[in-house]
């Protein structure tokens, strides 16, 4: 008789216990191929329980392979299942990131909106309707393309705000800009390559790094891409963040933007416009996108991680018609399609006027929280630093005079409870750094106004 022993007082059911107990016995090779097991009345007599248990267990065990019946016979230990499991290693329990949420630190990070002000019981209402409301069909696989009402107003608000020229079947729905670049690492052939600013954003270049496209910079000046160097050996992509470059903040003025065109359509070029932050411009207009010069040789991507909240996880492309099957099946494989749930509610905010509301009147605190940085910084600082990039989004570039923030500084200043990044770490070649390299990006938009002069007289004391 096999000895089982089993727990009455454990949380696991009985039958559970006894398959347990078996599968073990088999795998570590306790028991033997072709070694018969008692029947389901005699292993439940011994261990005094009903003979259903023990039948449910056997059930299992036939289902996964590790034992067969025979009909008449009995039951039986499989060949071929005997087998030293791996034990999985030691885990490193994964702890909250307190350098982001800890109440000590004062955060300059860039890319971040104000957290405190989303509209989240609008958004939490309009949701909840919404699913209420839902149709049966609306909750099948849906078009990889994404919702065409969403994809309606999205084009309807950029041809209004933006100057786009755009239409719904033109639109891509993704999972945020990160997905967007992902799926445009497609159309970069391995002999090919794709072309980027110098500096320029983590999540393009770890992007491109992770799907294997090779790279090479574009050299940047005051007036952003340095257009006139582009090069013989044309690339397949030109990603560009023309209406405030990251992170300079810079605008690629309308003659280098004609020339780029130019360039993508004399060699079969896509240029990828990542227009990530440009709604939230402070002097003037919001600038005009690329891609309504030409809307076959751009490729715009938008997201709403800045002007609603990066949980949301939901961007877009507006794409040539060239590309739009490939994009379309190359999502299909990807995730189907991005949640429908999301797509509608967001469709709803634009439509209401919600979205626009709150940009407009974000556009207005993140105006005040600029202006009283760089009040902080020009107070404390005087004209030893130097600002720039500051017309637009939520961040802006300050040089120091005689400053050179290595890694041993920028610990320090860490160490203090300043988050805040170098511009150098965000160049792919060092030589081209210059006249960034005594720079930090300041980024203002989930940075409370009361905590800016405090950060501001903690870094003073470190330089």
Not at 32 to 58: F, M, T
Not at 81 to 103: M, P
Not at 328 to 338: M, N, P, R
């Amino acid at each position: 008789m096999i000895y089982i022993n089993i727990d009455r007082e454990s949380k696991d059911s009985l039958a559970k216990q006894i398959y347990s107990f078996i599968k073990e016995s088999v795998l570590c090779g306790t028991v033997h191929p072709g070694e018969k097991l008692p029947s389901s009345r005699e292993l439940s007599n011994y261990l005094n329980v009903a003979r259903n248990i023990v039948v449910e267990s056997y059930e299992q065990l036939i289902a996964e392979g590790y034992v067969y019946s025979k009909s008449g016979s009995g039951t039986y230990i499989s060949e071929g299942v005997q087998f030293q499991r791996v034990k999985i290693g030691n885990i490193q329990k994964q702890k909250n990131d307190k350098k982001y949420q800890s109440t000590n630190i004062i955060s300059f990070r860039t890319g971040i909106p104000d957290l405190g002000e989303i509209p989240i019981k609008k958004w939490a209402q309009m949701y909840h309707n919404i699913a209420l409301d839902i149709k049966s069909f609306q909750m099948d696989y849906q078009n990889s393309f994404g919702d065409y009402e969403l994809r309606t107003q999205i084009s309807l608000y950029l041809n209004r705000a933006r100057g786009a020229c755009t239409y719904p079947e033109n639109i891509l729905i993704t999972n945020g800009a990160a997905q967007s670049f992902s799926l445009l690492c497609q159309l970069v052939p391995s002999d090919c390559y794709a072309l980027v600013e110098n500096p320029l954003s983590y999540g393009i270049l770890h992007t491109l790094e992770s799907n294997h496209v090779q790279i090479r910079p574009m050299r940047l000046d005051e007036h952003g891409m340095v257009t006139s160097e582009l090069p013989d050996n044309p690339p397949r992509l030109i990603f560009t963040t023309p209406s405030h470059q990251f992170p300079t903040g810079v605008i690629l003025p309308a003659g280098r933007r004609i020339e780029m065109i130019r360039y993508a359509e004399k060699h079969n070029t896509y240029i990828v416009e990542d227009d990530y932050d440009s709604e939230f411009r402070f002097d003037g207009n919001p600038i005009q996108s690329m891609q309504y010069l030409d809307p076959e040789r751009v490729i715009y991507v938008g997201t709403f991680s800045k002007t609603l909240m990066p949980a949301l996880r939901i961007g877009y492309m507006v794409l040539p018609n060239s590309i739009c099957k490939q994009m379309k099946d190359a999502k299909f494989v990807a995730d189907l399609h991005s949640p429908t749930l999301e797509q509608l509610t967001l469709a709803k905010f634009i439509e209401n006027g919600i979205f626009e509301y709150h940009i407009r009147k974000m556009r207005k605190l993140y105006l005040k929280k600029r202006n009283h940085l760089i009040c902080c910084l020009n107070r404390t600082f005087g004209n030893h630093v130097t600002i720039s990039g500051a017309e637009a989004g939520l961040h802006f570039v300050v040089s120091f005079d005689n400053t050179c923030f290595d890694n041993t500084l920028m610990h320090k200043i860490e160490n203090k409870g300043i988050q805040i990044t170098a511009i150098n770490k965000h160049y792919l070649s060092t030589e081209l750094c210059t006249p960034y390299d005594h720079s930090l990006i300041f980024g203002y938009g989930n940075t409370k106004i009361q905590e800016m002069e405090k950060g501001i007289k903690i870094l003073s004391s470190m330089l």
